[in-house]
């Protein structure tokens, strides 16, 4: 189990965001949000609208970090093919291209 936890890099340090993996392989991202008008949300009762848009935001940075790490495995793969298709290029083996899409 590993844990990272790290502050935004904003002035006013109001975000606190946390990442957990677990034994199974699992991630688990937390966040704190110590934005000014959370206070004042939970102050009037409104504990639902808090919790929504802490929501909001924790549901965007991870759709941000899947798409980042979707990419980063596509340039990964085509790094890893294009090294594969060298290699047996000098070996004097040549490998068919794969159908355009």
């Known amino acids: 189990m590993r844990f990272l936890s790290a502050k935004d890099d904003g002035e006013s340090k109001e975000l606190v965001g946390g990442v957990l993996t677990d034994d199974r392989g699992q991630m688990h991202i ?58 047996f290029n000098r070996m004097g083996v040549q490998l068919n291209a794969p159908p355009s899409s």
Not at 40 to 50: N, P, R, V
Not at 54 to 79: P, R
């Open 30 to 87: 937390s966040l704190r949000d110590f934005r000014p008008f959370v206070p004042l949300l939970l102050a009037t009762g409104e504990t639902a609208l808090a919790d929504l848009l802490a929501q909001d935001y924790l549901d965007s940075y991870v759709a941000g970090l899947n798409e980042f790490v979707a990419e980063l495995g596509d340039v990964i793969s085509a790094t890893c093919e294009g090294a594969r298709v060298q290699a």
